[in-house]
DNA sequence: CCGCTTTCGCTACGACCCGTAGCGTAACTT
DNA sequence: AAGTTACGCTACGGGTCGTAGCGAAAGCGG
């Protein structure tokens, strides 16, 4: 959402039709894909004008970030007992979530948008990635209270640790659903855990 | 890149045509982004009518798809020395392929793109996916001579690792470039290597 | 209650790109 | 030479883009 905070005067922007135009967004998106979804379109679902839409988004790109960013608070982390089953609990979780045609779609067409686009970088950063990223926190801080993990003490190199395995669960559950196009069932998700697992015992020592 | 076998007769299609083409195809979208290309400005790039493109090409992502597949042979996996060392070398090679402006902006709109498209998919895998996992079945083939790693007598579960791998090599790179935007310099890819090494021990075990 | 301000829906518009059809010409096969 | 196919060119209807202008509606200030 654009943050808009000084107008206190005139008549205020319809959080309805917000609410209406994101979902019309994400419908379309499931049902016609990245590149056969029209502004107009979206704009006719809502119920609103299509100028209602430029007021509020200046390119597709952005509209569709902010209508799928939602869809990652989905993502939690409940606390399964250990590191390996809180693991495999959001690879399920996260692969789950890209099945879904909405996301699916829209995730790789944005990023590559971004690729020319350093402001939607910036606003993918904040709406999606930073929210996923926390998931890997959360767990590490639970493995390192159950006496799993052990605490590093040098917080550069933590953060960099933190960055790795995120880009590895990420990276590998994208890469192995829409580019490999192959289920991330239970197997896939335990096999992957104990690789990642096994490998972050080997890179902490 | 269309195989076309039963033409004998009639004048053939010129090669330097599709040369041309796909030459135009990488620069205008190393300069302009997936978004911004047109099918009439590659033609015009390329100093052929528009619709010489259509008859080779049905749609804008196949010809990207051909257009960025070749780039992908630039890579190789030179003998290093050590499995470690050859997996560092490929991901420092892979990464650097990723940092092009053609291949980065190409490669996830395509993926976008077949999300909706079965034969895109299709094509994808064959033209640039395949290329890839060839990679990592030539570097376990040699890690095995060296007897760095087991030979696995099941066929299957030989498969099934290799196909993990090939998803945590690929998607951490891919990850790493594009999403997290964040270089993929030799510190890195050593640490990686270490994680995905080890890991790769405790399950095979 | 009434002006002020802003947003709303609507229409219209030029610009661009799409994908195709038709034509005459060029190139290669037999 | 005859046949067949690819080529460049032009033109076209259809669609989307992003913007401008309008009058009406909705909240805020007095």
Redesign the interface.
Known sequence: MVAVMCSRKGRPRSAEADSAILEATRAALGEL???KLTMGEVATRAGVAKTTLYRRWPAKSELVVDAVAVLFDELELPDRGSLAADVEGVVIQFAALLER?ET??A???V??????DEAL?AR?RTSI?DRQKRLVLLGRERAQTRGELPREPDTAKAA??A??I???I???????T?????PVDEE?AR??T??????????QS
Chains 1, 2 share one sequence.
């Open positions: 894909g990245w590149s045609p699916k779609t995730l790789m067409a990023v590559a948008e971004s690729t020319r970088r993918i990635v960099r640790t960055d790795l995120f880009d590895v990420a990276g590998a559950v994208v890469h192995r829409l580019v490999s196009a192959e896939w096999t992957f104990a690789l990642l697992l096994g490998g972050l015992a080997s890179v």
